[in-house]
């Protein structure tokens, strides 16, 4: 049968019969003497291996006068090593079949390599070297330099709308280091020098901060063995790594403002703080942002965009983090329709969820729609060894990769009426008109 055709069927069967669940994923876990945490999924249906590596650290470990380090070590760490010459991770990936990449987010960093599980020993290898080796020189820190500032040219300063999240952390948070965002500041990547690379290095890319996760045609009792040669002697890192203690202040009042963009249609983007993810109300606001939002029979969908016609697109989601995040609302108007109006309509959506309990009917399409999520996150070998990672560091349970679901099941409706009714409160909330530049110089004369 044709894997994709059997995908197609398997996701129908999700939709149509509430009660399917997810396979449970098995898995070891351990720790080396260096502190570095190990997890293994043994996965014999194709010949191919996960390997990804977590490090626990984020945007929100920097300086705030030196924003931008995790994310330009996304970058500096395909550099090369003491044993990999510059410019050939890449290659050596390629050559040998495999895939590779990198993220960053507030809370961590993970790479990740795809292979062909026969070239096992290759992944590991280059991971370990790069955690011990890495070479951090001045052409290494200059090229990355001039990389970082064209993504952030490219991607924030001149996209439409480019700067909506950063704006947005910028104006929910005062206190708590999410007020940037991984991206950072040109300024302050310029302003870097070569020792506090190497320092940053030194205290968050050692073992006892970094999560080895594996999935895949793997034999678990080898693996071990090729695990510990590879990093079994990598040294225990001596800095203190900063983990930030401060609590973001309650918001007592809205926050309204308007900025001006190189754009045509205005936008608006509302901003509620929430719990921090895995926490017991995350879970109903998560399905709230479903509710509001995917897919074209979502309500703001069905209500602003194809009934009213003040928008040409909206959207809702939980930015969940490891402390206390946000619920995002956002919408770019039709043509002709003003900001105030369009805020106006999202909010009827909101207040609607506030006063009249949703149907069994939806409740149903929205753990339907949770299920059908669950089983696509785990449906590769990367899904299953990033999954795994996150649990364990950003929740504090490798194990609710397989009880996770559970509790979005167990939300109720009035579960998703009672958080609308605590957390979407306009004294909790940053709005952002977006408006063409164009208004500015209109209303500057």
Same mark, same amino acid.
């Given at each position: 049968m044709n894997r994709k055709f059997a995908w197609t069927i398997l996701l129908s069967?999700?939709?149509?019969?509430?009660?399917?669940?997810?396979?449970?994923?098995?898995?070891?876990?351990?720790?080396? %003497?260096n502190g570095l945490h190990?997890?293994?999924?043994?996965?014999?249906?194709?010949? =191919?291996?996960?390997?990804?590596? *977590?490090?626990?650290?984020?945007?929100?470990n920097e300086k705030p006068d030196r924003t931008g380090f995790a994310h330009f070590f996304e970058h500096l760490m395909f550099s090369g090593s003491k044993y990999i010459p510059r410019g050939?991770?890449?290659?050596?990936?390629?050559?040998?079949?495999?895939?590779?990449?990198?993220?960053?987010?507030? %809370?961590?960093?993970?790479?990740y390599e795809i292979l062909p599980s026969n070239q096992l020993s290759l992944g590991l290898w280059m991971e370990s070297e790069r955690m011990l080796h890495l070479k951090i020189d001045s052409i290494s820190v200059e090229t990355q330099r001039k990389v970082v500032k064209e993504e952030r040219k490219q991607r924030f300063d001149n996209q439409p709308y480019g700067s909506v999240f950063e704006n947005i952390f910028k104006y929910a948070y005062k206190v708590y280091p999410y007020k940037w965002?991984?991206?950072?500041?040109?300024?302050? =990547?310029?302003?870097?020098?070569?020792p506090e690379f190497i320092n940053f290095y030194h205290t968050?890319?050692?073992?006892?901060?970094?999560?080895?996760?594996?999935?895949?045609d793997i034999n678990i009792e080898k693996t071990k063995e090729l695990i510990k040669e590879y990093f079994g002697d990598i040294p225990k890192g001596t800095k203190k790594i900063y983990r930030p203690d401060v609590v973001e202040p309650p918001q007592t009042a809205e926050i309204v403002d308007t900025v001006y963009d190189n754009i045509r249609l205005p936008a608006v983007i509302e901003a509620y703080h929430i719990p921090a993810i895995g926490?017991?109300?995350?879970?109903?606001?998560?399905? @709230?942002?479903?509710?509001?939002?995917?897919?074209?029979?979502?309500? *703001?969908?069905?209500?602003?965009?194809?009934?009213?016609?003040?928008?040409?697109?909206?959207e809702a989601f939980s930015f969940g983090l490891e402390a206390p995040g946000l619920f995002i609302s956002l919408g770019i108007a039709n043509t002709g329709i003003n900001a105030s109006d369009l805020e106006n309509s999202l909010d009827d959506q909101i207040e609607k969820v506030k006063k009249t309990l949703i149907t069994d009917e939806e409740l149903q399409k929205l753990k339907n729609l949770i299920e059908s999520r669950a089983v696509s996150a785990v449906?590769?070998?990367?899904?299953?060894?990033?999954?795994?990672?996150?649990?364990?560091? =950003?929740?504090?349970?490798?194990? @609710?990769?397989?009880?996770?679901?559970?509790?979005? @099941?167990?939300?109720?409706?009035?579960?998703?009426?009672?958080?609308?009714?605590?957390? *979407?409160?306009?004294?909790?909330?940053?709005? *952002?008109f977006y408006l063409p530049k164009a208004l500015?110089?209109?209303e500057g004369k």
């Open positions: 069967l999700i939709l149509i019969f509430p009660g399917f669940s997810q396979v449970k994923i098995n898995f070891t876990e351990y720790d080396l %003497d190990v997890i293994l999924h043994q996965d014999k249906s194709t010949p =191919i291996v996960a390997i990804t590596v *977590l490090y626990h650290v984020g945007s929100k050939d991770y890449y290659k050596m990936i390629q050559n040998a079949g495999g895939q590779l990449n990198a993220n960053t987010t507030q %809370d961590r960093t993970l790479y965002v991984p991206i950072g500041s040109v300024q302050y =990547i310029d302003k870097a020098t070569l968050y890319y050692v073992p006892q901060n970094a999560t080895l996760s594996i999935s895949g926490t017991k109300d995350f879970y109903p606001l998560d399905m @709230l942002t479903t509710l509001l939002a995917v897919g074209k029979s979502s309500r *703001l969908y069905k209500a602003v965009v194809d009934s009213e016609q003040k928008a040409v697109d909206v449906s590769t070998d990367a899904g299953i060894a990033e999954n795994l990672a996150e649990y364990h560091v =950003i929740y504090g349970n490798t194990n @609710l990769i397989n009880s996770n679901i559970q509790r979005y @099941l167990d939300v109720t409706k009035q579960d998703i009426q009672r958080v609308a009714n605590e957390y *979407l409160k306009k004294e909790n909330r940053v709005v *952002l500015q110089n209109k």
